[in-house]
């Protein structure tokens, strides 16, 4: 390029720049008006409430998930006539009623004079069991075995503090746990 043309390129470029700085002022000047107009309107704080501790009193009550009061309130369930744990209650516990059933695996089954046993693993032991045995912490009553499963009814209770019955199966764990 020619110094002419250099000159011509380095004018257009102040007077583009001295284009923008006036409309640079004009929106300052707007923003400086409208911040003097306009006020905000801000409710004023309330003062904060003094707060006033309370003793706690509930040491001196029934723990709320305490034995006592679960056995108390299964003996008046039981005392009901149509309660579905007053025939549990009133009947001696098994063995494998101490275990959760997610603790249980069911390994394998075998048929016995006719008769369907399902071979469980618990804490690395083996047991057999039959129709009619009890599971579980949920009074958990073995209702059906097959090859690949046992079927339970088990008690509990609904949100409602009703008791009521629900299948439960334990499967056939391949290559046990």
Not at 85 to 107: C, T
Request: charged share 20%.
């Amino acid at each position: 390029m020619t110094r002419p043309q250099n000159w011509l390129m380095i004018s257009m470029a102040v007077l583009a720049l001295t284009a923008c700085t006036g409309e640079q002022e004009e929106l300052q000047a707007w923003m400086d008006q409208q911040r003097h107009e306009v006020r905000p309107n801000v409710q004023p704080l309330s003062p904060p409430q003094k707060f006033n501790p309370q003793a706690y009193a509930g040491m001196d009550g029934v723990e709320p998930f305490s034995t006592q009061k679960l056995t108390g309130a299964l003996k008046q369930e039981s005392a009901q006539p149509n309660s579905a744990v007053a025939a549990e209650l009133s009947r001696r516990k098994e063995p494998l009623e101490a275990f959760p059933l997610d603790s249980m695996s069911m390994v394998g089954s075998v048929n016995r004079k006719g008769v369907p046993y399902a071979l469980l693993k618990v804490d690395n032991l083996l047991y057999q069991v039959k129709v009619g045995e009890y599971l579980g912490q949920n009074y958990g009553k073995i209702m059906k075995i097959t090859e690949t499963e046992i079927t339970l009814r088990e008690i509990v209770q609904d949100a409602a503090g009703e008791w009521i019955e629900r299948p439960t199966t334990l499967q056939l764990q391949e290559g046990g746990r």
